[in-house]
Structures are given as C-alpha cells and as structure tokens.
C-alpha cells in the first residue's frame, strides 16, 4: 500500500511551563511526537509547518489554504481564555472565521484553547466553567457552554457538557483534552499552579493521588487516531 503524505499547519498558541519543555520540548516538539504514534498503524506520513499566532501572529496564508497546501490546521491549547479581547486572540478569531467559510479547503482541529477558539470563532460561547477546574488528561476551567449552529456534540463529562464537537460540513473537530500531554507533564502543570496559588491544595491532591493510582492506559493516542481518519476521510 501507498503510504499517504499529510501536510499540517499547528498554530502555535503558548509555550508549556519550563520545566515541561525542558523534558520534552515544546508544542512544535509534543504535537509531531503523538501524531507520528498515532499514524503508526495508518500508513501515512505528517510534515509540519509551525506559525507563531502569539509573539509573531504569524499564520498560513489563505491563498496556500485555498490551493490545498495543507490537509488540516491544528491549533495548540493555551493558558490563555478563547473569549479575551487580546490583539492576537481578536487576530485569530478573525482567521479562523475566513478559513471556516472555505470548508472544501482545509480541515480545522482544536485542542483545549484550540477547541474552544474555533467554537467561539463559529458563533458559540465560550467563558469560565462554573463547576470549576476539571483534570481528565487536561486541566481547563473555561469551557463552550452553547456550541454554535453547524456544530454537533460528542463527548461530555461530569464537568463539561461540551467536552468534543464535530461540524456539520465535515470540516472541523475539536476536544478540550491535552492528547499531548503525557502523564508526567499533567504531573508538572498541576504541581506548578498549585505552587502558584492558581489550584486549591485539596483539589490537586486529589489529582495526584489519581495518576499515582489509576490505571497505565491513556487515551492520547486513540484520540488522536480518530483525529486523523477524521482528516484523510
């Protein structure tokens, strides 16, 4: 079998805690890592080009999107909310609102911030969650709380009744998870914000009793499997 070449933009919307990306790099670093093991058994091969929407509010051009250079447009999680009024954010929800009117283009994939931005950029309303922080390889406490017209629900949890989406058109799915993170990463994050003041102590402990003591399987790369069949479909 011929093996499939995909060429995918990631948007750059952050850069992971020090400590994070002195173990295992940063999102141009984390992304390629769980895609290429989630394409293992897929028979395709990724490139990538990486654009920083934050510092340089850099970004693929629409006429390279409209010839068809890239098969989908990743956007990265952010600590960052999808609804602030932001120079960059204002930016990209401006892109992402031209590039969700060319659906034969491109496909769009959201995770966490990503998933929230291209909800928000579609008409939906993103803000802070009421039922507070939520830890299931992720940790977010803003969600989508009406996803827009065109758009259908996949996934909820106790938490977040709109945990992942899907358009309509075909073109877009997104997920307020972390795929990338690893456990140990998911260790770092909580450690730090609690050191910080950001998480209450009795809320992180409990989550570190949690990936100290739940089972060795994580769902990262059959999320990302199905992100890819979604996009060569």
């Given amino acids: 079998m011929t093996q499939r070449n995909l060429h995918f933009a990631l948007l750059v919307c952050d850069t992971?805690?020090?400590?994070?990306?002195?173990?295992?790099?940063?999102?141009?670093?984390?992304?390629?890592?769980?895609?290429?093991?989630?394409?293992?058994?897929?028979?395709?091969?990724?490139?990538?080009?990486?654009?920083?929407?934050?510092?340089?509010q850099a970004y693929p051009s629409l006429e390279d999107i409209e010839n068809k250079k890239y098969d989908a447009i990743v956007i990265t999680g952010?600590?960052?909310?999808?609804?602030?009024?932001?120079?960059?954010?204002?930016?990209m929800v401006e892109f992402l609102q031209a590039v969700l009117k060319k659906p034969e283009a491109v496909k769009l994939v959201g995770f966490c911030f990503g998933h929230q931005l291209i909800l928000h950029a579609a008409g939906g309303v993103t803000e802070r969650n009421p039922k507070g922080w939520e830890r299931i390889n992720q940790l977010h406490r803003d969600y989508v709380s009406r996803i827009p017209t065109g758009f259908v629900n996949l996934a909820s949890t106790e938490n977040t009744e709109n945990h992942a989406t899907v358009s309509e058109n075909g073109q877009c799915i997104t997920i307020q998870g972390h795929p990338e993170f690893n456990r140990d990463t998911i260790r770092i994050v909580i450690k730090k914000r609690t050191e910080s003041g950001v998480l209450p102590k009795d809320l992180a402990a409990q989550w570190l009793h949690k990936l100290d003591t739940e089972s060795e399987e994580m769902e990262d790369v059959w999320v990302v499997e199905k992100f890819i069949d979604f996009i060569i479909l």
């Fill in 78 to 91: 952010s600590k960052y909310d999808a609804h602030d009024h932001l120079p960059w954010i204002l930016k």
């Fill in 16 to 56: 992971p805690l020090p400590e994070v990306v002195a173990k295992y790099g940063d999102y141009t670093k984390q992304f390629p890592v769980i895609f290429e093991r989630a394409s293992a058994s897929k028979n395709v091969r990724i490139g990538w080009d990486f654009f920083d929407v934050v510092n340089e």
